[in-house]
């Protein structure tokens, strides 16, 4: 097919070119987590926050259990939110949020336990 000023497949091209010069464009599609861009998300903070809250919701068992799985799991949560927080940061802040979260769970689950959650009835 031509136009009156050429050739339309030549126009077609220029316009793509054209718009692709100004840097990527967004996702036409209707689905929002279908573009890869917009899923990155930092899977260590996530599974940092999860078990933090375990920590959090076990640590309030009587007779040492809480202490041993709230405890431990909280200890297992920090390690994972400072390698989260690493990579977060080196990703110029991308998945911090859930890194915070978990961190203000592992500080109310060890002040649980430093005032006897878990240890006594």
């Known amino acids: 097919m031509t136009?009156?000023?050429g050739n339309y497949a030549l126009e077609r091209l220029e316009v793509s070119s054209a718009r692709c010069a100004y840097g990527p464009q967004k996702s036409e599609s209707i689905d929002?987590?279908?573009?890869?861009?917009?899923?990155?998300?930092?899977?260590?903070?996530?599974?940092?926050?999860?078990v933090a809250?375990?920590?959090l919701i076990l640590m309030p068992i009587p007779l040492f259990i809480g202490l041993i799985l709230g405890g431990g799991l909280s200890i297992i949560a920090a390690i994972l939110a400072v390698?989260?927080?690493?990579?977060g940061l080196a990703r110029s802040g991308k998945g911090i949020a859930p890194v915070v979260f978990?961190?203000?769970?592992i500080a109310l689950t060890w002040g649980g336990?430093?005032?006897?959650?878990?240890?006594?009835w």
């Open 83 to 87: 390698i989260a927080l690493l990579k």
């Open 102 to 105: 978990a961190g203000i769970f």
């Open 53 to 55: 809250l375990a920590g």
């Open 32 to 50: 929002p987590m279908s573009d890869v861009a917009a899923r990155r998300s930092n899977s260590t903070a996530w599974f940092a926050f999860w």
């Open 113 to 120: 336990i430093s005032i006897g959650g878990g240890v006594i």
């Open 3 to 5: 136009t009156a000023t």
